[in-house]
């Protein structure tokens, strides 16, 4: 399936920008640091004119790897993708049958590209792509074809307007310590309305069932209501989210979901937690007969997570930073 | 011969057909590009300039394949084989840059002492302002004076004696490899390179910004 020999694409470096990348490099006085910013300069540009071509902008200006302190003191080759993230170039020796990918920049990257210079340096196959690395090598054979580079943005984008659509700035549990909270998260009390009464004796079982279970009173709940479903009338649901902070750096979180129009969580609704590159880390689903689910993790601080709750084809997401 | 036509009309074609900027027109727009290359049809030369005139070439092909975006006219297949209007294009932009070139190189010859190479010019406008030489040594020098301690006081959890400071210096270059510090600090790679990466590079964004104003 994946075929490196039919696979790559070739490129021509510019003169320009073998002159840009040469530049750089003899500003630095160490020459495994000019090589390793010869290469990784000339890789963040042909990654720049790829995306160019297919319409995607990026932005060189922000991008780690055009920082004069930053290149110095990382390997970074990355190459910033307005709107969506930072995409890692990296680059190998004809020869080479795996790459090198160095652990300065195993986070926060939408995926790596690796390409291979000419030995004249004026051209460069783009060999491929992948989402994630896990060790300081990527095997060529597991890259994908550097098209699915473009589905990635595409689907990084697409899931990205969906949070913007539902208009919840990023909810900073951090701020929670500082009594700071978000707009819509509220006591658990205080959560319904005034046309909403008719439920406020499932609010006050849920707040008392909650405080039974309070085992640190340094714990801090909050909560917000939304509706969910396909059919009329939308399952009315709150969203529960208790902290307390463990440690210097790390929090422990609970999510709990409760049903609020009904005694019962409709069947088969799922609550996930992402992580900040979109992947599921944790996962709740309710059963026939429960009537609220629970997810509890740890994090540091600064880290992001999104939660999806979803029933049918209906989801709300909502995007945490702790 | 005749079959690589074909291919590349029935691929033109295929392309044109999805809207441009969506995921399926990169896709056979990837696969075009691949195939063209393949061909080995482009108009090849030697000149120093060849790849920028391509790289505009391509540009401009992806641009205008199936809209005229930046051209006057899209490419009309009645009227050539894609190639042959690419290779039109191409040699047009390098018979600009042949004369771009001659002009300098007489300019060069003109201006006595005037020791500015024109494509210090073209480094300039893209690449960040130029730096001094000794840039290592400033940052080198503000991790070890550390005056506002912040970091010494940045450090992993439960580990002050791994802290910013000391992380940022063991990584300058000529840096000491994750490895031998994973094995020093008896911490994973990991740990230590995920600290580095999230809380010592802001902090050496900081330090470059706060120089820039100073």
């Known amino acids: 399936m994946n075929n490196i020999e039919e696979n790559f694409l070739s490129l021509p470096i510019s003169n320009q920008y073998r002159d840009i990348a040469r530049s750089v490099a003899s500003q630095q006085l160490l020459p495994e640091v000019a090589e390793r910013l010869k290469r990784n300069t000339l890789a963040v540009l042909v990654m720049h004119d790829y995306l160019e071509m297919m319409g995607i902008s990026t932005s060189l200006q922000t991008s780690d790897s055009w920082h004069p302190v930053v290149r110095i003191c990382a390997d970074v080759a990355d190459l910033e993708i307005e709107g969506i993230g930072k995409l890692e170039c990296r680059s190998i020796q004809l020869g080479e049958s795996t790459c090198y990918v160095p652990p300065e920049v195993w986070e926060d990257r939408i995926g790596y590209v690796v390409v291979q210079f000419e030995e004249n340096l004026r051209s460069a196959r783009l060999l491929g792509f992948v989402k994630q690395v896990s060790t300081e090598f990527i095997a060529l054979n597991r890259l994908e074809p550097i098209e699915n580079l473009c589905m990635a943005i595409a689907a990084l984008r697409e899931s990205s307007q969906q949070n913007f659509g539902s208009n919840k700035a990023i909810v900073s549990l951090s701020n929670w310590l500082q009594n700071l909270f978000d707009s819509g998260w509220e006591e658990i009390e205080n959560l319904l309305d005034s046309k909403q009464s008719q439920y406020a004796y499932r609010t006050k079982e849920i707040s008392k069932s909650l405080r039974n279970n309070l085992t640190n009173s340094e714990e801090i709940r909050r909560g917000i209501l939304f509706e969910l479903g396909v059919t009329t009338p939308k399952y009315l649901l709150a969203l529960i989210a208790t902290i307390s902070p463990k440690g210097q750096n790390e929090i422990d979180i609970r999510l709990s979901l409760y049903p609020i129009s009904e005694a019962f969580l409709p069947e088969l609704i799922e609550l996930v937690v992402l992580d900040d590159a979109g992947n599921e880390f944790l996962k709740g689903q309710a059963r026939s007969v429960d009537n609220y689910i629970n997810i509890q993790f740890s994090g540091s601080i600064g880290e992001r997570f999104s939660i999806r709750v979803s029933l049918d084809d209906n989801s709300l997401i909502e995007n945490f930073t702790i | ?214």
């Open chain 2, 1 to 214: 011969m005749i079959a690589l036509e074909q291919q590349l009309k029935q691929l033109v074609q295929e392309t044109c057909q999805h809207p441009h900027g969506s995921i399926a027109r990169q896709r056979a727009l990837t696969s075009l590009i691949r195939l063209i290359n393949r061909s080995q049809k482009l108009w090849k030369d030697s000149s120093t300039y060849y790849e920028d005139a391509l790289q505009l070439t391509w540009l401009y092909f992806c641009r205008n394949l199936c809209e005229a975006i930046t051209a006057k006219s899209a490419y009309d297949s009645d009227r050539s084989n894609v190639i042959t209007w690419m290779n039109a294009y191409l040699k047009r932009r390098l018979q600009d840059m042949y004369i771009e070139n001659q002009q300098q190189q007489l300019q060069h010859v003109l201006e006595e002492g005037e020791d500015r190479k024109i494509t210090d010019q073209i480094v300039d406008r893209i690449i960040a302002p130029p730096q001094p030489s000794n840039l290592l040594d400033q940052v080198r020098q503000w991790v070890e004076s550390d005056k506002t301690k912040v970091l010494q006081r940045t450090y992993i959890r439960d580990r002050a004696d791994v802290n910013a400071q000391v992380l940022i210096l063991r990584r300058l270059p000529p840096e000491s490899s994750w490895q031998i510090l994973a094995q020093e600090f008896a911490l994973p790679v990991s740990t230590l390179s995920s600290f580095y990466q999230r809380k010592c590079i802001p902090l050496l964004k900081e330090f470059y910004e706060q120089q820039r104003v100073a």
